[in-house]
């Protein structure tokens, strides 16, 4: 199962950080990322981490911006979102696979998603 937290509202500039809680498995070496569904688009790779190789993966629209990380002791995954910006707004999933499947998007574990509304 995963949870995500941290969404919210927040002007153009500021900063937000998601969570995800992993329960009922053992994610340490799992794939897991970010992805957001924004109005009007269908659901798009934000971020993901493989922790089998240690290997990070962004989207163009958030590289320099956005930085992904994992506490495998936790089973938690974080997305830290810095200049944050009104076309970022959207509803936040987060993902799980046993494979490194990067950016796309056919992952087999999803959580329900958190909002983050960016004002301009």
């Known amino acids: 199962q995963l949870v995500e937290s941290g969404g919210g509202s927040v002007e153009a500039g500021g900063s937000l950080r998601l969570l995800c809680a992993a329960s009922?498995?053992?994610?340490?070496?799992?794939?897991m990322g970010w992805f957001r569904q924004t109005p009007g688009k269908e659901r798009e790779g934000v971020a993901t981490i493989y922790t089998g190789g240690g290997r990070t993966y962004y989207a163009d629209f958030v590289k320099g911006r956005f930085t992904i990380s994992k506490d495998n002791a936790e089973n938690t995954l974080y997305l830290q979102m810095n200049n944050l910006k009104p076309e970022d707004t959207g509803m936040y999933y987060c993902a799980a696979d046993r494979f490194n499947l990067q950016l796309s998007r056919h992952y087999s574990n999803w959580g329900r998603g958190t909002q983050v509304t960016v004002a301009s």
């Open positions: 009922g498995g053992t994610y340490s070496r799992y794939c």
